[in-house]
């Protein structure tokens, strides 16, 4: 086993105990923790195989922004203390059942699958073809969901305004 | 880019256009005047569907990414006309005191929401789609949690974007493993064959898609959110968002995933006969009308499904036959609720009782409109399932056939406890005679008037067979 294998595996194993610990966590504000380090895992796969500019955006996004957002939106809205409740029994043992069967079949179909191995297109992730392809109106190019995504953000900007918005007080009925 | 090309995007140019304008309009209008932008939305919005019928050029264009045709055009027209009605009967609604201050936004959120329909049904890549989907659902989550002092609406919009969220997660899972076996997001690159990585990613992605659509067992969410939300929204979602999907399941089953139909074919199988049983037999419990009319558009959708089984031209146009008549019985249906609602505020079923005494044009809407969704004669509706029917026997699903068959005269049964309930049950305080105002009063004529007349008038169904046959 190659040093990138000990590398890739002490990785996984990283990954797999905090995504179960996320999930599992009965104090909300250690989730949302769990959870950074279970996204920057998956930056430092992305750092093994060579996407910079995409382990770069895992790091800024998911584990700068999005991590912290969460943990912003537990503070405003409840109480750190507060322990989840415990499920039933009957619902954890169901419920795991049902993950794990889930979990081998996935695993299974994988792992059988013969991928045809793809040969390199030659083409550098370099930040110049990154862009041209964002931007790029031809095929290949992703310039339309690009714009798409603006008008999705318009409209969650405008859904969170709408849920947040109170009444003024005299038409409070 | 020649400006040719970018007039392939016509719907979703004048979609994105009538949101900037309208968020422009409503800065101008003082305080007390917001009311305005009811009447500029739905002109704006009627312009909009108008511009659709205009005949367009079809092709594909940003590289494959984004496609139309006959068929397409048509498919966007028939949900533009839905959403237009949605329109014209949230008028009331939004005059109410808690909504004084979001009146625009509602029509902001639901024109984006019918960008994401556009862009979901022109997709040539997955990206597209899943964007599409996502921005039809994210804006209709916010607007299901519109009436801000009702917990069951807060309920209902937590519900949504949580199944909504979780729907996307599997669909994205799907779609990861298809990419893994094909190599390309484009649907005109994707190659399939019957093996198991790509059986696994489509049932993954068929999951996706029901959670939308509300197939059995992915419905557990529909009555809740339906219950909760404003009733304007429901028929929002119970008819656009659930046509969108059932549309694009359509076409991505016949064109991109035929060469997976066997598998298709054993998984709508079995989901069909789950949806339009489990659908009919608990909505035959239901007192409260939207429960009610929740899980009639399960069974509904279970209908729907028959359709989609054969695969063939003849299954499609009867697809989006039954769609187009689904549209106008349910919207019919839901503006009739929503008008007592709004005068009355009474939405359980023995409040209808001897409501034709009082309000009889009322009664004879919502008759007609649960007549057709019965599929009786001479309505649209029995069309509809008439056709949806042939196309089932023609593939030789003769079992199925029995059970649709069964299942509809179960359908009958609980449609016709409304009726009963409105013609024959006395009341002592039956609702009063009211009057809705005059956009309320025109869309459901105009849904009415659909229901009596797509049924007679046969070019629509040969007109739909054709731009099917042609779309093959």
Redesign the interface.
């Not at chain 1, 918005?165 to 003024?168: L, S, T, V």
């Given at each position: 086993m190659g040093t990138s294998a000990i590398i890739f595996y002490t990785i996984a194993t990283i990954m797999i105990v905090f995504s179960l610990l996320a999930v599992t966590s009965r104090k909300i504000l250690r989730a949302a923790v769990y959870l950074l380090f279970a996204l920057g895992g998956t930056a430092a796969v992305y750092f093994m195989v060579n996407y910079f500019f995409l382990a770069a955006v895992q790091l800024i996004v998911y584990a700068g922004g999005i991590v912290v957002l969460i943990i912003f939106s537990i503070l405003l809205t409840s109480h750190i203390e507060e322990k989840m409740q415990k499920p039933d029994s009957w619902k954890i043992i169901l419920t795991s059942i049902l993950g794990l069967g889930g979990t081998t079949?996935?695993l299974y179909?994988?792992t059988?699958?013969l991928?045809?191995s793809?040969p390199s297109t030659g083409v550098e992730a370099t930040m110049t073809t990154i862009g041209e392809k964002l931007l790029?109106?031809?095929?290949?190019?992703?310039?339309?969901?690009f714009e798409?995504?603006s008008?999705?953000l318009?409209?969650?900007m405008?859904?969170?305004?709408?849920?947040a918005?109170?009444?003024?007080p005299e038409?409070n009925? | 880019?020649s400006l040719q090309e970018l007039l392939l995007l016509r719907h979703e140019w004048a979609l994105?256009a009538s949101?900037l304008i309208l968020l422009v309009l409503e800065l101008n209008f003082s305080e007390e005047k917001k009311s305005n932008s009811i009447s500029s939305a739905s002109i704006l919005f009627a312009i909009v569907t108008l511009l659709g019928f205009l005949p367009a050029e079809t092709g594909s264009?940003?590289?494959?990414?984004?496609v139309t045709d006959p068929l397409r055009i048509l498919m966007k027209n028939i949900l533009n006309i839905s959403v237009l009605v949605v329109f014209l009967q949230s008028g009331a609604w939004l005059r109410t005191?808690?909504n004084?201050?979001?009146i625009t936004?509602?029509y902001?959120?639901m024109i984006?929401?019918v960008?994401?329909v556009n862009?979901m049904i022109s997709a040539g890549?997955f990206?597209?789609f899943y964007?599409?989907l996502?921005?039809l659902t994210?804006?209709i989550?916010?607007?299901a949690?519109?009436d801000?002092?009702k917990s069951k609406s807060a309920e209902a919009?937590i519900k949504l974007i949580l199944t909504s969220a979780f729907s996307s997660a599997i669909l994205l899972f799907g779609l990861s493993?298809l990419y893994?076996?094909t190599?390309s997001m484009?649907f005109s690159e994707m190659e399939f064959s019957t093996?198991?990585?790509q059986i696994?990613g489509f049932v993954f992605f068929f999951s996706g898609l029901g959670f939308k659509i509300s197939i059995v067992p992915f419905h557990l969410w529909t009555a809740d959110v339906y219950e909760g939300s404003p009733t304007n929204v429901t028929s929002y979602l119970s008819v656009v968002s659930k046509g969108a999907a059932v549309f694009v399941l359509v076409l991505l089953l016949v064109n991109l995933f035929d060469p997976l139909r066997q598998v298709w074919q054993q998984v709508i199988y079995g989901t069909a006969i789950f949806t339009m049983t489990i659908g009919n037999l608990f909505a035959i419990r239901q007192q409260n009308l939207k429960r009610y009319l929740a899980f009639s558009s399960i069974a509904q959708a279970g209908f729907i499904l028959l359709g989609v089984i054969g695969g063939s031209a003849l299954g499609m146009a009867s697809v989006i036959y039954f769609v187009l008549v689904y549209v106008f019985s349910n919207l019919a249906a839901f503006g009739v609720v929503i008008a007592i609602e709004q005068s009355a505020g009474k939405i359980n079923m023995k409040d209808y009782n001897g409501l034709y005494k009082t309000n009889p044009r009322l009664s004879l809407a919502m008759m007609l409109a649960l007549f057709s969704l019965a599929g009786i004669p001479p309505l649209a509706g029995f069309f509809g399932k008439f056709f949806l029917f042939t196309a089932v026997a023609e593939s030789g699903y003769f079992v199925l056939l029995l059970i649709a068959v069964l299942n509809a005269v179960i359908s009958l049964y609980y449609y016709l406890l409304v009726v009963k309930a409105m013609f024959i049950n006395k009341s002592e305080f039956p609702v009063p005679y009211f009057q809705s105002d005059y956009p309320t009063r025109i869309a459901l004529s105009g849904c009415v008037i659909g229901i009596l007349i797509i049924g007679f008038y046969s070019p629509v169904f040969e007109y739909i067979k054709q731009l099917c046959l042609a779309s093959l």
């Open positions: 079949l996935c179909v994988i059988n699958h991928f045809a793809q790029g109106y031809r095929e290949g190019g992703y310039v339309l969901p798409v995504i008008i999705l318009l409209a969650a405008i859904g969170a305004i709408v849920v918005k109170r009444n003024k038409g009925g | 880019m994105i949101v264009t940003f590289g494959g990414m984004y005191k808690n004084y201050n979001r936004e509602f902001l959120l984006s929401s960008i994401g862009f890549h990206l597209m964007l599409g996502e921005l994210i804006p989550a916010a607007a949690s519109y801000q002092y919009g493993l893994g076996s190599g484009y093996n198991s990585l696994l």
